[in-house]
Structure formats: structure tokens, C-alpha cells
């Protein structure tokens, strides 16, 4: 089932906040936080809208981790 570009949008501004937020407190405010934020949660969104079968609730976190992990280590 296609998903709603509304849904979608949510999806992004969502994890967009909730990265952002994790992030702020953690490494505090720079560039890399907001480019990280932004990376991750079009990454997240990309993988809800085209995760087939419903493993979208196993993609996402997983994507999103991985490459938070490795944009963490890449850019901070």
C-alpha cells in the first residue's frame, strides 16, 4: 500500500526532532548535529515509504542506527 505523502512528511519531522534532540544533548550545537539530523531522518523516511511487507518496523530503527552510528563517527 502506498504510503500518504502526509504520512510521510510527518515520518521526516519526526525524526528529524527526535535526532536533533538526542543529538543536541549529547554533542551539542553544531553544524554536524543538524546535517547528521537531516541525513538521518530522510534516510528514515525513504525506508518507511519503500519497506515492502511491513518491515518497516524493523528497517527504520536499524537503518536509522547504522547510519547514525556512522555519521557520528564520520563527522564528530
Known amino acids: 500500500m502506498p504510503k500518504s505523502w502526509e504520512g510521510s512528511l510527518a515520518m521526516g519531522l519526526v525524526s528529524f526532532t527526535v535526532v536533533s534532540l538526542i543529538l543536541l ?4 550545537n553544531c553544524w554536524q548535529t543538524w546535517a547528521i539530523a537531516v ?4 534516510t528514515a523516511t525513504a525506508l518507511e ?3 515492502k511487507f511491513g518491515i518497516d518496523n524493523l528497517t527504520v530503527p536499524l537503518g536509522s542506527a547504522a547510519l547514525s552510528y556512522a555519521l ?3 563527522l564528530l
Open 25 to 28: 544533548g549529547v554533542e551539542g
Open 39 to 42: 541525513g538521518v531522518a530522510f
Open 49 to 51: 515509504a519503500f519497506s
Open 72 to 74: 557520528v563517527e564520520l
